[in-house]
Nanobody, 113 residues
Framework: QVRLVESGGGLVQAGGSLRLSCAAS????????MGWYRQAPGKQRELVGS?????IAEHADSVKGRFTISRNKNTVYLQMNSLKPEDTAAYYC?????????WGQGTQVTVSS
């Protein structure tokens, strides 16, 4: 089994910063690719970005230049700068191990105007 636990969400003013963490544990024997997603009420879950096992990160256009994904082994971070109210959402990390999707419980990010 694989467990993902997110942390670091909270309330922040527009223009502020937060750093989210996702710690993976359980039946993991190697560095695994990870992704960050977010979902706002009434909207579909969307991909924020991902990071490969080799540490290569990709980011959605909506957050490019403001968010940065990084990792230390199987702990993945989402550094969020210059936050906008439109970034308000529940943020989730996700991975796939042996063909099975694993999701974290989510952490809420609220950006006030």
């Amino acid at each position: 089994q694989v467990r993902l636990v997110e942390s670091g969400g909270g309330l922040v003013q527009a223009g502020g910063s937060l750093r989210l963490s996702c710690a993976a544990s359980g039946s993991i024997l190697s560095i695994i690719p990870m992704g960050w997603y977010r979902q706002a009420p009434g909207k579909q879950r969307e991909l924020v970005g991902s990071i490969s096992s080799g540490g290569i990160a990709e980011h959605a256009d909506s957050v490019k230049g403001r968010f940065t994904i990084s990792r230390n082994k199987n702990t993945v971070y989402l550094q969020m700068n210059s936050l906008k109210p439109e970034d308000t959402a529940a943020y989730y990390c996700k991975t796939v191990v042996r063909g099975i999707d694993y999701w974290g419980q989510g952490t809420q990010v609220t950006v006030s105007s």
